[in-house]
C-alpha cells in the first residue's frame, strides 16, 4: 500500500494527519506489510464508514408533515437548540442549514468512505501476493461504494438529472483519486452520473460474489452493482435500460418479506439488516429520527393514500402520542426504526427493483407486465384474506398505480420520494408544489425551486473558497 503522508476526509473541519501505515497497524496488527492485497480487504472491511447514507434528506420531502402541536411542542422545547437546528431547517427549506462554522457530519462520514473507496481503486490492482481475480473483485467493492456516494450525494446538492442542461447543471465535488486539491470546485450533474455508470459497470465485470447475505450484507455483490444501475438509469430517465438492470438484480436475489409473519413481533424484534432478504446493500442512515423531538411525521396526504388493511400503514407508522410519550397527539409518524432497532436503510432492496421494473413496463406501455410487478410486491404487504390485486386499465393508469406504490413503499427510507419528486417535477402530469407548516408560518417550494439543492455548510467554504453554493 503506498504511504499517504495525510488522510483527508473531504475537507475534515479539523485537518486530520492519518496515514495509511495507521490502517495497516491497526487493522493488521503487524502480521501484514504496506502493499499487500490483503491490506485492501482490511480497508474495505471498514463498514462503519461505507455504511452510511444522508440523514436530513427524509425531512426534506413531502411525505413529512409537522401538525401545528407538534411543530409547537418542537419549537418550544428544541427550537433553538444548535443539535436539532438542522432538522428544523431542513424542514423549512432553510438557505442554511447549519450554523456558521458548524460542520455536517453525514456529508464527511460519506466523504470519508469515498476517500477509503478511492484508495482501493486506485491501488489495489498493482499490490501484491493477490490473484488478479481477488485484486479485481475488491476494486469492484470498492467502486460500488463509490457510485453509491456519488449518486446519493449529487441527488441530493445537484439538480434533477436532464439530459438537455446536465452538461451545465452542478453537481458535487468529486474526487476520484486519494487526494484533496487546493481547488475543490464542483463536477457537472453529466460528469458525476458518466462516473457512477462507468463505476458500476466496471464493477459488474469484476467478479463480484452474486449476493450478500448475513454479515456481509454490508458488502457489495453483483446484485447490488446492478440494482444501484438500475436506480441510476431511473433517475436518468433511462427506463428500459433501468428495467434491464432490474431484472439482472432479480435474477440474482428476489426474496421478499411477508408482512403477515410479522403482525405479533415486538418492537427491536423484526429482522435487523443482516437478517432482512429483502435488502441487498446496507446503507444505513448516519442519523436516527425516531425518538422525539425529531420524529418522521407523516402527511396525512400520504397516509390517507393508504388502503386500511395495508399492513405497511398499520405496521410501519403509528400514532405521535405512542412516539412522543402522550406529550403530542394527533397524526401519525414513521416508525420502522422502533421495529428493528437500527437506522433507516437507503440500500437497494428486492422492492425497489421490483418498483423499477414495473415503473419500466408501464411505461413501455406493457400495463400488465406492471401490474403483475406491483402485485408481486403487494401481495406480501397483506394478510393473505385482505389482499386484492391492482389492476389498471391503460399504461397511464398503469404509471400513476405504480408511482404511487412507490411511495408508500419507499417513504423515509433515505431521500426517495425527495429524488422521485426531483425527478418527477420535469412531467406536466407529476410535477407538484409542496407546503410545509411550521407553527403559524407556510413555506412553500415549486417544482424546479432552488431548494431542491440542498446548502452547503458554509465551514466547507473555509477549505474550498472556489465550491460554488447553491443559490
Same mark, same amino acid.
Given at each position: 500500500?503506498?504511504?499517504?503522508s495525510?488522510?483527508?476526509?473531504?475537507?475534515?473541519?479539523?485537518?486530520?494527519?492519518?496515514?495509511?501505515?495507521?490502517?495497516?497497524?491497526?487493522k493488521?496488527?503487524?502480521?501484514?506489510?504496506?502493499?499487500?492485497?490483503?491490506?485492501?480487504?482490511?480497508?474495505l472491511?471498514?463498514?462503519?464508514?461505507?455504511?452510511?447514507?444522508?440523514?436530513?434528506?427524509?425531512?426534506?420531502?413531502?411525505?413529512?408533515?409537522?401538525?401545528?402541536?407538534?411543530?409547537?411542542?418542537?419549537?418550544?422545547?428544541?427550537?433553538?437548540?444548535?443539535?436539532?437546528?438542522?432538522?428544523?431547517?431542513t424542514?423549512?427549506?432553510?438557505?442554511?442549514?447549519?450554523?456558521?462554522g458548524?460542520?455536517?457530519?453525514?456529508?464527511?462520514?460519506?466523504?470519508?468512505?469515498?476517500?477509503?473507496?478511492?484508495?482501493?481503486?486506485?491501488?489495489?490492482?498493482?499490490?501484491?501476493?493477490?490473484?488478479?481475480?481477488e485484486?479485481?473483485?475488491?476494486?469492484a467493492?470498492?467502486?460500488?461504494?463509490?457510485a453509491?456516494?456519488?449518486?446519493?450525494?449529487?441527488?441530493?446538492?445537484?439538480?434533477?438529472?436532464?439530459?438537455?442542461?446536465?452538461?451545465?447543471?452542478?453537481?458535487?465535488?468529486?474526487?476520484?483519486?486519494?487526494?484533496?486539491?487546493e481547488n475543490?470546485?464542483?463536477?457537472?450533474v453529466k460528469?458525476?452520473?458518466?462516473?457512477?455508470?462507468?463505476?458500476?459497470?466496471?464493477?459488474?465485470?469484476?467478479?463480484?460474489?452474486?449476493?450478500?447475505?448475513?454479515?456481509?450484507?454490508?458488502?457489495?455483490?453483483?446484485?447490488?452493482?446492478?440494482?444501484?444501475?438500475?436506480?441510476?438509469?431511473?433517475?436518468?430517465?433511462?427506463?428500459?435500460?433501468?428495467?434491464?438492470?432490474?431484472?439482472?438484480?432479480l435474477?440474482?436475489?428476489?426474496?421478499?418479506?411477508?408482512?403477515?409473519?410479522?403482525?405479533?413481533?415486538?418492537?427491536?424484534?423484526?429482522?435487523?439488516?443482516?437478517?432482512?432478504?429483502?435488502?441487498?446493500?446496507s446503507?444505513?442512515?448516519?442519523?436516527?429520527?425516531? =425518538?422525539a &423531538?425529531?420524529?418522521?411525521?407523516l402527511? @396525512? +396526504?400520504? *397516509?390517507?393514500?393508504?388502503? /386500511? #388493511?395495508?399492513?405497511?400503514y398499520q405496521?410501519?407508522?403509528?400514532?405521535?402520542?405512542?412516539?412522543t410519550?402522550?406529550q403530542?397527539?394527533?397524526?401519525?409518524?414513521y416508525?420502522?426504526?422502533?421495529?428493528?432497532?437500527?437506522?433507516?436503510?437507503?440500500?437497494?432492496?428486492?422492492?425497489?427493483?421490483?418498483?423499477?421494473?414495473?415503473?419500466?413496463?408501464?411505461?413501455?406501455?406493457?400495463?400488465?407486465?406492471?401490474?403483475?410487478?406491483?402485485?408481486?410486491l403487494?401481495?406480501?404487504r397483506?394478510?393473505?384474506?385482505? =389482499?386484492? &390485486?391492482?389492476?389498471?386499465?391503460?399504461? @397511464? +393508469?398503469? *404509471?400513476?398505480?405504480?408511482? /404511487? #406504490?412507490?411511495?408508500?413503499?419507499?417513504?423515509?427510507?433515505?431521500?426517495?420520494?425527495?429524488?422521485?419528486?426531483?425527478?418527477?417535477?420535469?412531467?406536466?402530469?407529476?410535477?407538484?408544489?409542496?407546503?410545509?407548516?411550521?407553527?403559524?408560518?407556510?413555506y412553500?417550494?415549486?417544482?424546479?425551486?432552488?431548494?431542491?439543492?440542498?446548502?452547503?455548510?458554509?465551514?466547507?467554504?473555509q477549505?474550498?473558497?472556489?465550491?460554488?453554493?447553491?443559490?
Amino acid at each position: 500500500m503506498k504511504k499517504h503522508s495525510l488522510y483527508i476526509l473531504f475537507l475534515l473541519i479539523s485537518v486530520a494527519f492519518v496515514s495509511c501505515d495507521d490502517y495497516v497497524d491497526i487493522k493488521t496488527e503487524g502480521r501484514l506489510y504496506p502493499e499487500e492485497t490483503e491490506n485492501y480487504r482490511y480497508l474495505l472491511n471498514q463498514t462503519a464508514i461505507f455504511d452510511a447514507s444522508y440523514s436530513l434528506v427524509d425531512v426534506a420531502s413531502d411525505d413529512i408533515g409537522m401538525r401545528e402541536n407538534y411543530s409547537s411542542f418542537f419549537e418550544n422545547n428544541y427550537g433553538t437548540s444548535d443539535f436539532y437546528r438542522p432538522f428544523k431547517e431542513t424542514y423549512k427549506w432553510g438557505d442554511s442549514i447549519y450554523y456558521t462554522g458548524d460542520t455536517d457530519n453525514d456529508l464527511i462520514v460519506m466523504y470519508e468512505g469515498l476517500y477509503t473507496a478511492n484508495v482501493v481503486i486506485t491501488e489495489v490492482l498493482t499490490s501484491n501476493n493477490g490473484t488478479e481475480a481477488e485484486k479485481a473483485s475488491l476494486q469492484a467493492e470498492a467502486l460500488v461504494h463509490r457510485a453509491y456516494v456519488f449518486l446519493d450525494l449529487v441527488n441530493i446538492f445537484g439538480k434533477a438529472y436532464d439530459a438537455e442542461t446536465s452538461e451545465t447543471d452542478l453537481g458535487i465535488p468529486m474526487f476520484t483519486e486519494p487526494t484533496v486539491t487546493e481547488n475543490i470546485t464542483r463536477a457537472s450533474v453529466k460528469e458525476v452520473y458518466d462516473q457512477i455508470v462507468s463505476d458500476l459497470q466496471q464493477a459488474i465485470a469484476g467478479g463480484l460474489p452474486a449476493k450478500r447475505t448475513g454479515i456481509e450484507v454490508g458488502f457489495p455483490s453483483l446484485a447490488s452493482a446492478h440494482a444501484l444501475l438500475a436506480r441510476t438509469y431511473l433517475y436518468m430517465g433511462l427506463y428500459a435500460e433501468a428495467q434491464a438492470e432490474a431484472e439482472s438484480a432479480l435474477s440474482l436475489q428476489s426474496s421478499l418479506l411477508n408482512m403477515e409473519d410479522y403482525i405479533d413481533t415486538p418492537d427491536s424484534g423484526w429482522p435487523r439488516r443482516i437478517e432482512n432478504p429483502e435488502l441487498i446493500l446496507s446503507k444505513k442512515s448516519v442519523s436516527s429520527y425516531v =425518538y422525539a &423531538p425529531s420524529l418522521l411525521t407523516l402527511n @396525512d +396526504e400520504l *397516509l390517507n393514500s393508504f388502503e /386500511e #388493511e395495508d399492513l405497511r400503514y398499520q405496521l410501519y407508522t403509528r400514532p405521535i402520542s405512542e412516539m412522543t410519550y402522550d406529550q403530542v397527539s394527533g397524526g401519525r409518524a414513521y416508525c420502522v426504526a422502533l421495529l428493528t432497532g437500527e437506522t433507516r436503510n437507503a440500500g437497494p432492496t428486492v422492492p425497489e427493483l421490483l418498483l423499477i421494473k414495473a415503473e419500466g413496463e408501464a411505461r413501455a406501455g406493457d400495463t400488465d407486465a406492471a401490474m403483475t410487478s406491483i402485485n408481486t410486491l403487494r401481495q406480501a404487504r397483506f394478510k393473505a384474506e385482505d =389482499y386484492v &390485486p391492482l389492476n389498471a386499465v391503460n399504461a @397511464d +393508469e398503469a *404509471l400513476v398505480k405504480v408511482l /404511487e #406504490e412507490r411511495r408508500k413503499e419507499l417513504m423515509a427510507k433515505g431521500g426517495f420520494r425527495w429524488f422521485d419528486l426531483k425527478r418527477l417535477n420535469k412531467d406536466p402530469r407529476f410535477a407538484k408544489t409542496i407546503t410545509h407548516r411550521y407553527v403559524d408560518e407556510i413555506y412553500t417550494l415549486e417544482p424546479g425551486g432552488d431548494r431542491y439543492q440542498f446548502p452547503f455548510a458554509s465551514s466547507l467554504f473555509q477549505y474550498a473558497p472556489n465550491l460554488e453554493q447553491n443559490p
